[in-house]
């Protein structure tokens, strides 16, 4: 098999212990792959679904990761934006529970909602006062509130209320 010369010393340098440490080696890899499929054509099926393979997983994991806060102010945002998108989840599901109840499951649900609610707000202020003083308190305070909403979300739709 006659293998292009540039590709072999992309292999050879690519045999050092750090992986990948030639940007050629992988353009080798498919000059290979494409000698050897013209070598021997009963595996030409095998080997382009093996590429289809190849390029769906090379696209999958080349995909730019998320874009998160990285200062104490946009992490406070993101946290307030969370419990809010979350606060109306909560409120949404509430109401459309509410409706389906008579008077005296309204007046229970209701009760129990308020308790609820200073649990959280309680809960939120004791987790955030572990940083009292500190720029981490008010995101402390804030995902702490996002974190019950989304179980209180949880446990009203699967009617453990």
């Known amino acids: 098999m006659n293998i292009p010369k540039l590709c072999i010393s992309s292999v050879e340098s690519a045999s050092n212990k750090t992986p990948f440490s ?14 050897f499929i013209r070598v021997h054509p009963r ?13 769906v997983f090379a696209f999958t994991f080349s995909t ?21 998108k979350y ?24 009760a129990a909602e308020e308790a609820w609610i200073k649990y959280r707000d309680a809960e939120a202020a004791f987790q955030a006062d572990s940083e009292r003083g500190g720029s981490l308190s ?7 509130q996002a974190t019950l909403t989304k179980a209180r979300i949880d446990a009203l739709k699967k009617g453990g209320g």
């Open 22 to 35: 030639s940007p050629l080696s992988g353009g080798c890899l498919l000059l290979s792959l494409f000698a």
């Open 43 to 55: 595996l030409k099926c095998f080997f382009s679904c093996l590429g289809v393979f190849v390029v």
């Open 64 to 84: 730019p990761a998320p874009v998160h806060a990285q200062s104490q102010p946009e992490m406070n945002a993101e946290a307030a934006a969370r419990f809010e």
């Open 87 to 110: 606060d109306k989840e909560l409120n949404r599901v509430y109401q459309g529970i509410l409706k389906g109840l008579d008077a005296e499951g309204q007046k229970k649900l209701k």
């Open 138 to 144: 008010n995101y402390i305070y804030l995902d702490t």
